[in-house]
Antibody, heavy 121, light 108 residues
Framework: QVQLVESGGGVVQPGRSLRLSCAAS????????MHWVRQAPGKGLEWVAA????????FYVDSLRGRVAVSRDNSKNTLFLQINNVGAEDTAVYYC??????????????WGQGALVTVTS | DVQVTQSPSSLSASVGDSVTMSCRTS??????FNWYQQKPGRAPKLLIY???TLQSGVPARFSGSGSGTDFTLTISSLQPEDFAVYFC??????????FGHGTKLEIK
């Protein structure tokens, strides 16, 4: 079954770190760039981070630069996201998404179910 | 970074109506542009990619158009299951791949 499954969500105290995982199955994980997108409660989608298919390239949203790290383990078909020194503004549902690329565009054609992270003391 | 402005923020329509929503980017993005549908408590679902290509399995009543900086999503003959939030996204060259703020399509 082609799917992405996030894990690692839950309650995180302010100032601590959050670490999420995204397990891929049913497709060639190492052939695709992968992304993290988050959605604060009642808000829109915010693109957060991305990694190329081999993990050599990493991209981050400016607002998180310095606090965020994306990585992947292609041997385990798993994508990771770590955000350090979290605050209330990091409370959100975090989605991982698969990138697909054509001649004339790039799109996210497979999404995980999302992992809710709540930052609270 | 490329900014995406989506309008309207909300839209009210009846089953059977046709509706259109729009997005504008701050720079030309060719047709590196996508549309997603999101229902409450669910992950976004890809509807249209490359500005006008219908994703497999998506009903033909959904259509996308545009290139450069201006893009539209049209839903013809609205069905009850179409009432949701719609997001547009630019994916030009390299990340960040920014989203519009969404259009909430509500039943009139």
């Amino acid at each position: 079954q082609v799917q992405l499954v996030e894990s690692g969500g839950g309650v995180v105290q302010p100032g601590r770190s959050l670490r999420l995982s995204c397990a891929a199955s049913g497709f060639s994980f190492s052939s695709h760039g992968m992304h993290w997108v988050r959605q604060a409660p009642g808000k829109g989608l915010e693109w957060v981070a991305a990694t190329s298919s081999d993990g050599s390239l990493r991209f981050y949203v400016d607002s998180l630069r310095g606090r965020v790290a994306v990585s992947r383990d292609n041997s385990k078909n798993t994508l990771f996201l770590q955000i350090n020194n979290v605050g209330a503004e990091d409370t959100a549902v975090y989605y991982c998404a698969r990138e697909n690329v054509g001649h004339t565009s790039t799109w996210f054609d497979l999404w995980g179910q999302g992992a809710l992270v709540t930052v609270t003391s | 970074d490329v900014q995406v402005t989506q309008s309207p923020s909300s839209l009210s329509a009846s089953v059977g109506d046709s509706v259109t929503m729009s997005c504008r980017t701050s720079e030309r993005v060719s047709n590196f542009f996508n549309w997603y549908q999101q229902k409450p408590g669910r992950a976004p679902k890809l509807l249209i990619y490359a500005a006008s290509t219908l994703q497999s399995g998506v009903p033909a009543r959904f259509s996308g158009s545009g290139s450069g900086t201006d893009f539209t999503l049209t839903i013809s003959s609205l069905q009850p299951e179409d009432f949701a939030v719609y997001f547009c996204q630019q994916t030009y060259i390299t990340p960040p791949y920014t989203f519009g703020h969404g259009t909430k399509l509500e039943i009139k």
